[in-house]
């Protein structure tokens, strides 16, 4: 099985940076695209940013310019940067990572349990 889970959320104030962190692990051949969506309360879980493991990265247009995403492709984990924080980005942030699992050599997705942004203005 794949265990995937976040850390490094917490509470800042408006204009502080947070580093979150996301590691996949278990029977694992292959990490592929690993992601980071967020869900603020009553809302949809949105799209935040993304990496492929040939380091591509995509960014919702409400992150370009603040949020960095990158990857450790050895240790299977992900990063996001996060700057200039706004109480708008005030969400939980859920990592979602496409594995190739070892016992099928198909790809799967997996989700991690969230980890909670709060941003006070």
């Known amino acids: 099985q794949v265990q995937v889970v976040e850390s490094g959320g917490g509470l800042v104030q408006a204009g502080g940076s947070l580093r979150l962190s996301c590691a996949a692990s278990g029977s694992i051949v292959r990490v592929d695209a690993m992601n980071w969506y967020r869900q603020a309360p009553g809302k949809q879980r949105d799209f935040v940013a993304g990496i492929t493991s040939g380091l591509s990265t995509s960014y919702s247009d409400s992150v370009k310019g603040r949020f960095t995403i990158s990857r450790d492709n050895a240790k299977n984990t992900v990063y996001l940067q996060m700057n200039s924080l706004k109480p708008e980005d005030t969400a939980v942030y859920y990592c979602?990572?496409?594995?190739?699992?070892?016992?099928?050599?198909?790809?799967?997705?997996?989700w991690g349990q969230g980890t909670q942004v709060t941003v006070s203005s």
């Open positions: 979602n990572a496409a594995v190739i699992i070892r016992s099928t050599y198909r790809l799967n997705d997996y």
